[in-house]
């Protein structure tokens, strides 16, 4: 997430360059506690080791530059190359990025 965040402030002087104005950017990610450590303003007893990333994540969305949005594990295309998926979850990723079999035989 930081890396992204990273990458998108940096995206930011040079899209404005072009006179496109991006004031707020959708971040979406699937971990729940990294969106919650990132909201929270406050820290808790065994977030002491949090990293310098999730500073700056947090005075990105406190700045309002970065909304967090949490995408739940049916729609994390990124887990078909990532997870051993059982076959329903690993079907309903191959039909939602549209990819074929080109093996099978025409229908």
Not at 76 to 81: G, K, M, R
Request: proline fraction near 3%; aromatic fraction near 10%; glycine fraction near 2%.
């Amino acid at each position: 997430m930081a890396a992204t965040v990273y990458e998108l402030v940096w995206l930011r002087p040079l899209l404005s360059s072009f006179q496109i104005d991006v004031s707020t950017a959708s971040l979406y990610c699937d971990n729940q506690s990294a969106i919650h450590l990132a909201t929270n303003q406050v820290f808790h007893e065994r977030t002491k080791h949090v990293e310098v990333e999730c500073h700056f994540i947090r005075d990105k969305v406190r700045d309002g530059f970065i909304k967090l949005f949490l995408v739940r594990s049916a729609n994390q295309l990124a887990d078909i190359f990532t997870k051993a998926l059982h076959s329903p979850a690993f079907n309903s990723l191959v039909l939602k990025m549209g990819l074929l079999n080109i093996h099978s035989s025409p229908s």
